[in-house]
C-alpha cells in the first residue's frame, strides 16, 4: 500500500506512535510518506519506500495566525495526487482530521481530470478528545472530522468510551492499542547504556520519560524520588523537554538533588536509557494509554502509575507495576520503596512487565491489526 502518515512531529506520544507504525509499515514493504510542519522526531533514518514531505505555511502580515491547516490540505492533496497514495493516516484529530478531509475533497473534485479517491484513517490519542476537543470552540468541527473519517481507531478502550459518551459521534471507533517494538526495546539491546555513567553499584536508577507537559505531573516525579532518596541511594533519569521542566530543576535544586537528577533533554533511543533504569515513574493527571510505560515494560522496568484513563489497560496492578491515585505522592513513595528494597520482587516485576508488554502490545501483533483495519477501509471505499 502507499500511505501518507500526518501526526505532530514534536516530542509527543501520538508522533511516536505514527513515526515508528510508518517505520514498521515501510519495513513490512508499504510505501511510506510523513507529511507535516517538521521531520518527526525518531524519523532518523529514510530508505527506499520511507519518505518525508515539508509542509511550508507561508508567513504574511495579514496572517496573524498562518493556516497550517490549509498548507497540510494542500501538502496532502498533492502528494496523494502525485505519489498515487492509497490512503491517509492522520494521528491526532485536530487539525489533522480536518485537513485530511479537505484534501479528500480536493482530488474528488480535481479539475484537470484526474480524480482520485483518497480514503482516510484517523488515529485519536489523547489530549485531542480530552482536553483540545472538549474545548466549545473546537468540539463541533473535531466531532465532524471523525464522523467524516473513513475509519477511526483509538489508543485505549477508555479514550473510544469517553469520545462517545463526550462527542456522541456515529461511527465505529476501533480500539488498536500502542505497541512496541520488542526485539528493540529490550534488557539486553546492544545500545543500552553503562549504569556507571548515572549511578554506583548499591543504588537504584529510576526514570521518566514524558513531554513534561502539566498533565504529566513532573514535580510530583521529584517528590517521590526525593521520598525514595532519603530511605534508599538512588539517582533521577528525567528524559524529555516541555513547559514544566524548568520547575523542575528549581525543585531539584531546592531540594539538593542536583547530583542526583539528570536532566537528559529530548532523546532519541530511549530504549538506552530504558535498558539500564530499575523503576519507571509516571504520576500523571491523565493518560489514555501511557506509552512510556509500555516502552518501559518491554525493557523490563515496572512502573509506578496513576490510575486514571487506559493505564489500567496496561498496567494491572500489583502484577507488572503499581497503580495509585492521582497526587497520593505518599502511596507512590512507598510502593517505589517496596520494590526497590526487594530485589526479587523487582526482578519478578520487571519480567511481568515484559512478558505482558510481549504477549499484548508487540509490534508485530499491532502493525497487522493496522493493516487489516486499512485494507477493510479501502475495501468499503472502492
Ligand atoms: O501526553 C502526551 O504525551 C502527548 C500526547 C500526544 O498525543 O502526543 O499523548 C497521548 O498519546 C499517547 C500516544 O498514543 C498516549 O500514550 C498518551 O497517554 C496520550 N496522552 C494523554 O492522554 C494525556
Redesign the pocket.
Known amino acids: 500500500m502507499k500511505i501518507g502518515i500526518t501526526c505532530?512531529p514534536t516530542y509527543?506520544?501520538?508522533?511516536?506512535?505514527a513515526t515508528e507504525l510508518g517505520l514498521e509499515l515501510a519495513a513490512r514493504g508499504h510505501e511510506l510518506h510523513f507529511i507535516s510542519y517538521a521531520q518527526p522526531i525518531r524519523l532518523t533514518e529514510f530508505g527506499p519506500n520511507l519518505h518525508y514531505h515539508e509542509v511550508n505555511v507561508s508567513q504574511y502580515p495579514l496572517f496573524q495566525y498562518p493556516p497550517y491547516d490549509l498548507a497540510l490540505a494542500t501538502r496532502m492533496a498533492e502528494v496523494a495526487e502525485i505519489y498515487q497514495l492509497d490512503l491517509l493516516h492522520v494521528?491526532?484529530a485536530i487539525p489533522h482530521s480536518v485537513s485530511a478531509l479537505l484534501a479528500k475533497q480536493m482530488l474528488a473534485t480535481a479539475r484537470n481530470g484526474s480524480k482520485r479517491k483518497l480514503p482516510f484513517v484517523t488515529?485519536l490519542?489523547?489530549?485531542?478528545i480530552?482536553?483540545v476537543g472538549l474545548d466549545r470552540s473546537y468540539l463541533p468541527i473535531t466531532r465532524f472530522s471523525i464522523e467524516q473519517s473513513d475509519g477511526v481507531t483509538a489508543?485505549?478502550k477508555y479514550?473510544k468510551e469517553r469520545t462517545v459518551r463526550e462527542f456522541d459521534v456515529r461511527n465505529e471507533i476501533e480500539v488498536v492499542y500502542?505497541f512496541v517494538n520488542c526485539d528493540q526495546y529490550r534488557r539486553d539491546t546492544p545500545l543500552a547504556d553503562k549504569r556507571a555513567d548515572y549511578a554506583q553499584d548499591n543504588e537504584r536508577i529510576l526514570v521518566h520519560l514524558?513531554?513534561f507537559?502539566p498533565?504529566?505531573r513532573v514535580l510530583d516525579v521529584v517528590e517521590i524520588f526525593d521520598g525514595v532518596n532519603r530511605e534508599i541511594p538512588s539517582r533521577l533519569l528525567m528524559i524529555g523537554d516541555g513547559p514544566d521542566r524548568s520547575a523542575a530543576e528549581w525543585l531539584v535544586k531546592r531540594k539538593k538533588l542536583q547530583d542526583r537528577v539528570f536532566f537528559l533533554g529530548k532523546q532519541d533511543n530511549v530504549q538506552s536509557k530504558l535498558a539500564v533504569s530499575d523503576l519507571m515513574l509516571m504520576p500523571?493527571?491523565?493518560?489514555?494509554?501511557?506509552?512510556?510505560a509500555?516502552e518501559a515494560m518491554a525493557c523490563k522496568v515496572p512502573t509506578i502509575a496513576t490510575r486514571v484513563?487506559?493505564?489500567p489497560e496496561v498496567i494491572t496492578h500489583g502484577m507488572n507495576g503499581y497503580l495509585a491515585e492521582v497526587g497520593d505522592i505518599a502511596t507512590m513513595t512507598r510502593y517505589a520503596l517496596e520494590i526497590l528494597r526487594d530485589s526479587k520482587k523487582l526482578k519478578e516485576l520487571g519480567e511481568a512487565a515484559r512478558f505482558e508488554a510481549q504477549s499484548r502490545f508487540c509490534s508485530t501483533e499491532i502493525i497487522a491489526r493496522y493493516e487489516a483495519f486499512y485494507a477493510r477501509v479501502l475495501e468499503r471505499s472502492v
Open positions: 505532530y509527543g506520544g501520538s508522533g511516536v506512535v494521528h491526532y488515529t490519542h489523547g489530549t485531542d480530552t482536553l489508543i485505549s479514550l500502542n514524558s513531554n507537559r498533565v504529566k500523571s493527571e491523565l493518560e489514555s494509554f501511557g506509552l512510556a509500555l484513563g487506559g493505564v
